[in-house]
């Protein structure tokens, strides 16, 4: 006994709307990947741009040392630039100098809390001068 011809249809109907959900579907999941890739590449931006403040404020705190041709710097003045992000700081920026006068030495600490990860740990640079004994 033969199928009748519409039968055979019949048995196909809505397998065309179920490949476009699944096609749809697949697209939304990858759009998704997209925008949380651009999403954590924007996150690595900014934190390399705060680095890059952070070691351009250390190199300032390191060229007025060898300027002056001392380690024993106020500290006070350079936290209250590193923590104004309008002049070029960082979002809540602090700097500790840490100096030992008798080795011509001082280690230069800038801490910062970047404000997409504000729970997490405060980020920290350090950067270490070491000047020529006086002749």
């Known amino acids: 006994m033969k199928r009748p011809a519409n039968s055979s249809r019949r048995g196909q109907a ?3 709307l ?9 697209f939304s999941l990858g759009m998704l990947g997209l925008i949380g890739l651009q999403a954590r590449a924007i996150n690595l931006s900014i934190d ?5 403040r952070a070691a351009l ?5 390191a060229a007025t040392m060898w300027t002056t041709r001392t380690v024993v710097i106020d ?16 979002p809540d920026g602090e700097v500790e100098i840490e100096s030992d006068a008798a080795t011509n030495t001082a280690n230069i600490v800038i801490t910062w809390r970047p404000s997409q990860r504000a729970t ?16």
């Open 48 to 52: 390399a741009e705060d680095r890059n």
């Open 18 to 26: 179920l490949e476009v959900l699944i096609s749809v579907l697949l």
């Open 75 to 90: 500290a006070a003045a350079w936290t209250t630039r590193a923590s104004n992000p309008r002049a070029g700081g960082l």
């Open 14 to 16: 809505g397998v065309a």
């Open 120 to 135: 997490e740990p405060k980020s920290r640079l350090t950067t270490r001068v070491t000047l020529p004994p006086s002749p």
């Open 57 to 61: 404020i250390a190199n300032d705190i």
